[in-house]
């Protein structure tokens, strides 16, 4: 099996990753089973393209979607780091630039401007289909049986969230909740206000904030949804891509700056960066054909 661009890009985060712990691995000891931990996922995929070829469904299964269990296993480390290292100093600055490119901290001023009941509990609503979104687009796609399109999806997503767990890992954030008071009023109290607290206690990571893997998730999905889904649900992953930056605000989840960001990351890197990185490593796996030799010059006769 040869290696894929997800693998590459697997094997840069763990990379990174490894760098990011080795000034803590003489104080904590998370530290140095997080390095050693990177070390094997290093490892990983060159083991699956030295594999043999098989036609076991469960072990082709596995190479195609291995990156996005990687991406739910590394979620939780993030916040060991950030409790490791703190993120204070980057709340504020995050925080200081959101109020100086919009004149307002605007997920403090929203919801009390608009405490309205259904307002808040469509806002509560589209923040929670972020989950709905990743089920609308990946269950089918796995179930579907197109190896090829189960290859852009776990490439496209792999990049989208790798590429913010970078910027978690490097500059943690643990946004707007925990510098800003949350508000309580009309609104907040629903069904789905409920089920995301209950989301977020039973999974959230501390300094995840800043860009928003919410805004960035379903800015991926969507594009991935409109290249290898029926219509109807591509429309539907658009529908639900739109509110959910919004709702991120609103709910107090993230400041604006951080669902801008995740946007604009989803967005760069489907536009831009893995067109860019695909037509590379197409090049470079071309192989160089040698000239023909020419043909000895027949000796003229005397």
Same mark, same amino acid.
């Given at each position: ?76 480390? /993030? ?77 496209? /997503? ?32 629903? /069904? ?111």
């Amino acid at each position: 099996m040869s290696l894929l661009l997800v693998d590459h890009l697997v094997a840069l985060y763990n990379v990174v990753l490894i760098a990011v712990w080795s000034p803590l691995a003489g104080t904590s000891a998370a530290a140095r089973w997080m390095i050693a931990v990177h070390c094997i996922a290093l490892s990983l995929p060159l083991l699956l393209a030295r594999a043999p070829a098989t036609r076991s469904p469960a072990v082709l299964a596995l190479r195609e979607i291995y990156p996005l269990l990687w991406v739910l296993a590394f979620w939780r480390e /993030l916040g060991i780091h950030c409790g490791l290292v703190g993120s204070t100093l980057n709340d504020v600055f995050i925080a200081g630039l959101d109020r100086t490119l919009f004149g307002v901290n605007l997920n403090v001023t929203w919801a009390p401007a608009v405490a309205i009941p259904w307002v808040g509990d469509l806002m509560q609503f589209l923040y929670f289909s972020y989950y709905a979104l990743l089920a609308l687009v990946i269950v089918p796609m796995l179930f579907s049986g197109d190896r090829a399109a189960v290859r852009d999806l776990t490439l496209r /997503l792999s990049a989208a969230y790798l590429a913010a767990y970078v910027v978690y890992a490097i500059a943690p954030t643990a946004g707007p909740m925990a510098i800003f008071p949350r508000f309580e009023g009309p609104g907040t109290h629903g /069904l789905f206000r409920l089920v995301n607290d209950a989301l977020q206690a039973a999974g959230d990571a501390a300094g995840t904030a800043f860009p928003s893997t919410h805004v960035a998730g379903a800015v991926t999905l969507a594009w991935v949804a409109w290249r290898h889904r029926s219509r109807l649900e591509a429309w539907a992953a658009l529908v639900l891509a739109v509110g959910i930056p919004p709702a991120t605000v609103y709910t107090q989840n993230h400041l604006v700056i951080d669902a801008v960001a995740g946007a604009l990351l989803g967005l760069g890197l489907q536009t831009v960066v893995l067109p860019l990185l695909t037509q590379a490593q197409a090049a470079l796996s071309v192989p160089r054909l040698r000239p023909p030799l020419r043909p000895a010059t027949e000796p003229e006769a005397a």
